[in-house]
């Protein structure tokens, strides 16, 4: 998929582009520029880090998880997150 593919299913599904998104949850400044071509590269090498947040990560999870990771490219990886351990 493209930037400009990725921009335009954010755009319909969210009613904003991406940057637009992504600028209003950052505080302070940020460059837009280095963010699009961060954002470009990681679609054009597959480069992802995908995390799946959770109530709690049991073993079958564990498990899938390990699997994964050891059988896709080195540029992606699988991780999840235990929300019960986040405290707000």
Known sequence: ???E???GRIKR???KS???LVGESVEGDWDEESFREGIKQS???GSFILVIAVDE???ELKRI???INECSESAFSLHALDLTFLKL
Do not use: A, F, T
């Open 18 to 20: 991406l940057s637009e």
């Open 65 to 67: 998880i390990r699997y």
């Open 13 to 15: 599904m969210k009613g």
């Open 57 to 59: 990560i049991n073993d």
């Open 5 to 7: 593919e990725l921009v």
């Open 43 to 45: 679609l054009e090498s």
């Open 1 to 3: 998929m493209s930037y």
